[in-house]
């Protein structure tokens, strides 16, 4: 025999490629239906790549899906940058705003003010220990500021100037607890009453107006303004609307409740005022 055919691989190789090009040349035929061996072949390819593609198909789509999310992430992350940039701009063009507002009711303040001079300033200090009592500009002695000058803001009036440096004055708010924290004023009216600033109601942030005759007609919502009896304010100035009256603990006066103008708790600027009267003679002594 041969040494050719006693090569067993070689003899497997050319079986396999003679049964390769039967099975080519029978599945060219034109027939309706597959051989057995057709079924076979396909089925099992058919199955392996079921068996193959769920897997990779799993892979794939995990793979995606992390793709996606860290899209996700990103556009997530640009979109809070952009909300948190909305945020800041909206809250500065709320501010300037705001601003904006106050400076022009200062400036409408200060053109009104026709019978005192008027010293704007910023509050640079407050003490929260004391945060209903006082504060601290920016204006001193320096810029004209004086002791027990009124001190006002767009809204009404808030307190007076009870000490003076150089370049800062502290100012004493109406809601302090003093009871020598008096000021002269009058409820607007067909008859105008006069009477008192004394004291503070806390639990009902209002003022008290004092002394008011027992036989005087007051109603809720008439306005109350500084009457400049007292020699230390000017006349005019807003302090706030009467909320409800009541006799005193003797029934000789009256008690008026006084809802301020101005809010005591939130300041920015405010107004320094002189009496034009206490220039003149300043003027005159000189």
Known sequence: MPKFF????????LVSIMLLVALIGFSLKER?????????VKDTVVFMQSIVHKPAQFVAGFFENVSDLRH???ENKRLKEHLEQYVLLQSE????KKENERLRELLDKKESLRDFVAIQATVIGRN???WEETLIVNKGSQHGVKKNMAVITPQGLIGKVRSVSPFSATVQLLSAKDRQNRISAFIQGDENVFGLIEGYDEAREMLLLKRIPYDAKIEKGQRVFTSGLGGIFPKGLFIGEVEEVVADEYGLTQIAYIKPAANFY???????VKRKIDMVQEEEEQ
């Open 128 to 130: 929260p220990d004391r």
């Open 32 to 40: 309706n239906e597959l051989s057995w061996m057709e079924k076979f």
């Open 6 to 13: 006693l090569n067993k691989r070689l003899i497997i190789l």
């Open 266 to 272: 939130d300041i920015d600027d405010v107004i320094i």
């Open 93 to 96: 063009v709320e501010s300037l």
């Open 72 to 74: 996700t992430y990103e």
